[in-house]
Nanobody, 113 residues
């Protein structure tokens, strides 16, 4: 059974940093492209970043240069380091196995003073 469990969300002030982690189980993790997405109420889910099996990365335009995605195949984890956070980064962040229907439960990130 595939499971994705996110952690690390919370409240942070504008300009601050936060690190999200996603632990995967039930899959051959190293073979898959992993992604982080985010969603605010009333809007579509937005791609934040992806990392493929060769650790090549891609980022949404709104986070490029501020966020960094990484993976640890031994630990079966994908992380998202978020820096220079802005109030518009406030959302529920989801971990996803690309090209599948497997999603984590989401973790709330709130950027506010």
């Amino acid at each position: 059974q595939v499971q994705l469990v996110e952690s690390g969300g919370g409240l942070v002030q504008p300009g601050g940093s936060l690190r999200l982690s996603c632990a995967a189980s039930g899959i051959m993790f190293r073979l898959y492209t992993m992604g982080w997405y985010r969603q605010v109420p009333g809007k579509e889910r937005e791609l934040v970043a992806t990392i493929d099996a060769a650790s090549r990365t891609a980022y949404g335009e709104s986070v490029r240069g501020r966020f960094a995605i990484s993976r640890d195949d031994g630990e079966r984890m994908v992380s998202l380091q978020m820096s220079s956070l802005k109030p518009e980064d406030t959302a529920v962040y989801f971990c996803h196995i690309q090209s599948t229907n497997h999603w984590g439960q989401g973790t709330q990130v709130t950027v506010s003073s």
